[in-house]
T-cell receptor, first 116, second 117 residues
Framework: AQSVAQPEDQVNVAEGNPLTVKCTYSVSGNPYLFWYVQYPNRGLQFLLKYITGDNLVKGSYGFEAEFNKSQTSFHLKKPSALVSDSALYFCAVRQSGSGGYQKVTFGTGTKLQVIP | GAVVSQHPSWVICKSGTSVKIECRSLDFQATTMFWYRQFPKQSLMLMATSNEGSKATYEQGVEKDKFLINHASLTLSTLTVTSAHPEDSSFYIC?????????????FGPGTRLTVT
């Protein structure tokens, strides 16, 4: 069974400092990896994904994530945090496959708090 | 980008009544839609997968007679919570699949907050 672990319930970072939100995964075969952001009482917004190719993936709002196969990690990063980045972040994984639907598994979420 | 809407955004109902939540893909056709439930400070739990024109596939532990899902068209899926009880209070999020094959995208609706009194 596939799984996603987000080891930190909350991450606090000062505005302007770099931020990292951690994610590790377990899946059979090659993974498709995603990061989503959720603001209070809102649905999920897509940030970025890794399917194949370059291990460093750039996404929306200046976020990026690095796929590390040996460590089975896909940490989310941003060079300079903004107060408006404060939200709940979800990492997700699904198994790559030819056709059909592969179930997406979400992590438990990490609350990012950017302190002014 | 693709947009998914949900209606209503929030609803309060009395125990024993039924509530219908709509999920629409506004600018694309979605052969597959997903319904998730999110408890406070928890992750999304997949409840069911619905395919246009066929019966929904429910995840283990989800009562199909309580959570009725209909996917009558390529742009609309509905979730009806029947005989709602306070424990059904939650945030319900739908998602629509765009594209085919293995490189499909999932787009999420803004969610519906259900409170059962």
């Amino acid at each position: 069974a596939q799984s996603v672990a987000q080891p930190e319930d909350q991450v606090n970072v000062a505005e302007g400092n770099p931020l990292t939100v951690k994610c590790t995964y377990s899946v059979s075969g090659n993974p498709y990896l995603f990061w989503y952001v959720q603001y209070p009482n809102r649905g999920l917004q897509f940030l970025l994904k890794y399917i194949t190719g370059d291990n460093l993936v750039k996404g929306s709002y200046g976020f990026e994530a690095e796929f590390n196969k040996s460590q089975t990690s896909f940490h989310l990063k941003k060079p300079s945090a903004l107060v408006s980045d404060s939200a709940l972040y979800f990492c997700a994984v699904r198994q790559s496959g030819s056709g059909g639907y592969q179930k997406v598994t979400f992590g438990t979420g990490t609350k990012l708090q950017v302190i002014p | 980008g693709a947009v998914v809407s949900q209606h209503p955004s929030w609803v309060i109902c009395k125990s024993g009544t039924s509530v219908k939540i709509e999920c629409r893909s506004l600018d694309f056709q979605a052969t597959t839609m997903f319904w998730y439930r999110q408890f406070p400070k928890q992750s999304l739990m997949l409840m069911a997968t619905s395919n246009e024109g066929s019966k929904a596939t429910y995840e283990q532990g989800v009562e199909k007679d309580k959570f009725l899902i209909n996917h009558a068209s390529l742009t609309l899926s509905t979730l009806t919570v029947t005989s709602a009880h306070p424990e059904d209070s939650s945030f319900y999020i739908c998602s629509a699949r765009a594209g085919t094959g293995s490189l499909y995208e999932q787009y999420f609706g803004p969610g519906t907050r259900l409170t059962v009194t």
